[in-house]
Structures are given as C-alpha cells and as structure tokens.
C-alpha cells in the first residue's frame, strides 16, 4: 500500500501562474483533506471533501479550489499564485470521517511562490 | 481563532530525561485528542490518542494525560531519545466530526 501519495515534492511558481497539487490515496478512505503548514504555524485546512463530489471550505480557502471526481483523487489547485501561498501543503485522508481513527498525511509539496 | 494552544514552542532535552509537552482546548464538545509525531520532510503521522473517559493512555515510552475539568492535556515521552527528535502536534476533534484542529507544534530536540 502506497498510503496518501502527493505531487510533486517541490515545485517554484512564479507570482500569477496557477497550478495543480496532486493527491492520491488507496487505502478507500471517503474523508480527504488539504492543509497547509506555516513555520510555528500548526496546519490550517484549506479543504476537505467527505466523499466523491463533495467539497467543503476549512478555515484558509481563498486562493484554492479543489475537485473530488473520484474516491482516490483529491487534487487542489492555485489559481493566480501569490507570495502569501508559500508554505508545505499536506493531503490527508481518513476512513469515515471518524476522528479516532486518525489522518494519514502524505509526504507533503513545498511550494516557492516569487 | 486559536482553539488549541499548545506549549513550549520548542524543547531540548538530554537523552534519557523527560519531555513533556501541553496543550489545552477552549472546545467542551472535543472528544478525540490525537498527538502527531513529524521529521523533518517527511508528513505528520499519528503517534497516540486519547478520549476524555480515562485520565491516562500508555503507548511505550509515550503517555498522554488528560485534565477534563482543566481542559488540558500533555503528552509524556519517558527516557527520550535522539530519535525521538521531532515536531510534535497536538489536535482535537469531535467523535464523527470530519476536522481536527491543530496545534502549533513543538520542536523537540533530544541531545545525546
């Protein structure tokens, strides 16, 4: 099992270009999340999806949309990259929704946006 | 609004000594509180969780203390090691809730 799969690992934007943060998961978890992590900052949500076609805002949406076609894919996507978007970005997945049976996190994508 | 505080904000302990790390929730409808262990590069993973009906949970050298009534809860690493040395996040959640709300994190550095 190759558990939560992200990319790419590293990845330079330039102010105003868009691109997309890929996610994979094959552990048929329903629940799937993006956060992003700031230095001292913890993990903010971005998104979060409760199973296919369903998409939720967490508490830092603006500049990302996401889409969830399928049970696997949780892609999220900058539009119009902005300096502020620099930060480690973390898919997480887990079965359910409930709590107690933990997130699994992929290894995360440093995005550089100058 | 921060709803989970977490403290130091960074540690250093010598090998084989306590590391203790706290946080609390301002949340009395929270009743899942995980610890997630983080190396550098690498995504956080779950190390150990604990509901608010026990007071304590063991895991090794790992232990998780629970104050309901303060609303604080710590976790314990007994005879740290070097390998031990990590981002630590402390999270809360609600049972079938589909968010967990983080931590701040702490660095732990354990020296040899």
């Known amino acids: 099992n190759a558990g939560v799969t992200q990319t790419p690992k590293f990845r330079i934007l330039k102010i105003g270009q868009s691109m997309t943060l890929q996610c994979t998961q094959d552990?048929?978890?329903?629940?799937m999340y993006w956060y992003r992590q700031d230095p001292g900052m913890g993990l903010k949500l971005i998104y979060y999806?409760?199973?296919?076609?369903?998409?939720d805002k967490g508490e830092v949406p603006n500049g990302y949309n996401v889409s969830r076609s399928t049970t696997e894919d949780f892609p999220l996507r900058l539009e119009l990259a902005a300096p502020s978007q620099t930060s480690v970005y973390f898919c997480?997945?887990?079965?359910?929704?409930?709590?107690?049976?933990?997130?699994?996190f992929g290894s995360g994508t440093r995005l550089t946006v100058v | 609004q921060q709803q989970v505080k977490q403290s130091p904000q960074s540690l250093i302990v010598q090998k084989g000594g306590i590391s203790i790390i706290n946080c609390a929730y301002e949340n009395t409808a929270f009743d899942y509180f995980p610890w997630y262990q983080q190396f550098p590069g690498k995504g956080p993973a779950l190390l150990i969780a604990i509901r608010p009906d026990v007071s304590e949970k063991k895991e090794g050298r790992f232990t998780i203390s629970f104050n309901k009534s303060a609303k604080q809860f710590s976790l314990h690493i007994m005879d740290s090691q070097p390998g031990d040395s990590a981002t630590y996040f402390c999270a809360a959640g609600q049972g079938g809730s589909e968010k967990l709300v983080f931590g701040k994190g702490t660095k732990l550095t354990v020296n040899p």
């Open positions: 999806s409760v199973g296919a076609g369903i998409t």
């Open positions: 552990m048929n978890h329903n629940y």
């Open positions: 997480a997945s887990s079965y359910r929704g409930r709590a107690d049976y933990g997130y699994t």
